[in-house]
């Protein structure tokens, strides 16, 4: 365990998981797994900076845990835990903050989307999520970050603080790389294969969820929107045929040749169903093994308390080491 590189992700519990985040965040996590150590969070702060339920927060804190635990994260071998148990990533964030220039916040282009649509609620954590983001990797001196390819220019913010505090105050933080699969770093909408699928469209039909039973996904698909012509195959000017086959791929492991050979002369209706079909048996377990999980808040609970404590021992650590760099004095014990 000791000289195994670390790694650390989050997600955040803003609604039901899609296959974009399956696909492009938690399956790779349960890959990497086994060769590093894993460190797992649910990333409930960045979550408040657009406008929550309560009830709604809480509910999908539950719902992500039990997911993470399903997709194959093993809270013996990795840590999994909330953000908000470990305060440290609330007084780093502080810290970067002071190294952290609005300019560079500013021109993130989540921040842009986000403010675009959340008019009425530009908040300064919105555009803080960044140094938030960022302060969750340095403390625990991650050495791989697996994400999505929306999520690279975070990744590279987090590479610039460290870097600008470690020249400033001498090697406290790890430079992280990040991991973006090859596969299906990004997929796309169903109903706009030009937008990112994401679990909070407003077109339900955009998005496969992972609550979606095997009926609801066949159906998603076959009124997915494909592009003109009658070819199954991967090229820029057809992007919801595409989109399609990378999410074929994706769930059955099968090369693009291999997928575009499957269905050659075959038509679109054909095609959908069996990619609709495909995604149905990747997902149907997980949501019925998140399913049986929920109804042990107890056992959640306690992989979260344990998860917390192990959390709380590395960043604090690391935290302890940027306050006296900075010239903070220590507290007497
Ligand atoms: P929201 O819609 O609330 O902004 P999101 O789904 O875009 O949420 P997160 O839940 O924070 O964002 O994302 C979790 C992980 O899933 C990240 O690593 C992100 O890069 C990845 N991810 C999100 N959408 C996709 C997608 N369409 N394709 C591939 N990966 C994705
Ligand atoms: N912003 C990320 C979620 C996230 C994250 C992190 C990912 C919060 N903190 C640290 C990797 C490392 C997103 O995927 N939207």
Redesign the pocket.
């Known amino acids: 365990m000791e000289d195994k590189k670390r790694l650390f ?1 989050a ?2 519990p ?2 039901i ?2 296959l ?2 399956y ?3 938690l399956r790779n996590f349960r890959l990497l797994q086994e060769d590093y150590d894993g460190i797992f969070s649910v ?1 409930d702060l960045h979550t408040l900076t657009v406008r929550q339920e309560p009830a709604d927060l809480r509910k999908n804190t539950y719902e992500l845990t039990a997911l993470y635990i399903a997709c194959g994260i093993d809270p013996e071998r990795s840590v999994l835990f909330l953000q908000s148990h470990v305060a440290a990533h609330a007084e780093l964030t502080w810290i970067l903050n002071t190294i952290c220039y609005p300019g560079e916040l500013s021109r993130m282009t989540q921040f842009k989307e986000k403010s675009r649509a959340h008019e009425d609620n530009i908040n300064v954590g919105l555009m803080d999520y960044p140094v938030l983001m960022a302060s969750d990797i340095l403390l625990y001196q991650a050495d791989l970050v697996p ?5 690279k220019q975070h990744l590279e913010l987090a590479r610039d603080l460290a870097v600008r505090f470690n020249n400033r105050f001498g090697e406290t933080f790890t430079v992280p790389e990040a991991y973006i699969g090859k596969t ?5 909408s169903l109903a706009d294969p030009s937008k ?5 469209d407003a077109n339900f039909n955009g998005f496969i969820s992972i609550d979606d039973d095997k009926d609801a996904v066949i159906r998603k698909f076959k009124r997915a929107v494909t592009d003109s012509g009658s070819e199954i195959v991967s090229r820029e000017d057809k992007p919801g045929i595409s989109n399609l086959l990378n999410i074929y791929c994706a769930v059955t492991g099968k090369t693009l040749s291999e997928a575009e050979k499957e269905f050659q002369g075959k038509g679109y209706g054909d095609f959908k169903l069996k990619v609709g079909e495909a995604v149905a048996e990747v997902i149907d377990p997980i949501r019925q093994e998140k399913n049986r999980l929920l109804q042990n808040k107890d056992y959640l609970d306690d992989v979260l308390k344990t998860g917390a404590e192990r959390a709380e021992r590395i960043a604090y650590k690391t935290l302890n080491k940027v306050y006296k760099k900075v010239g903070l004095l220590q507290r007497k014990r």
């Open positions: 992700s997600i955040q803003s609604g998981l899609t974009g985040n696909l492009g965040a990333a994400v999505g390819a929306d999520q299906a770093a990004r997929i796309m990112k699928m994401s679990k909070s």
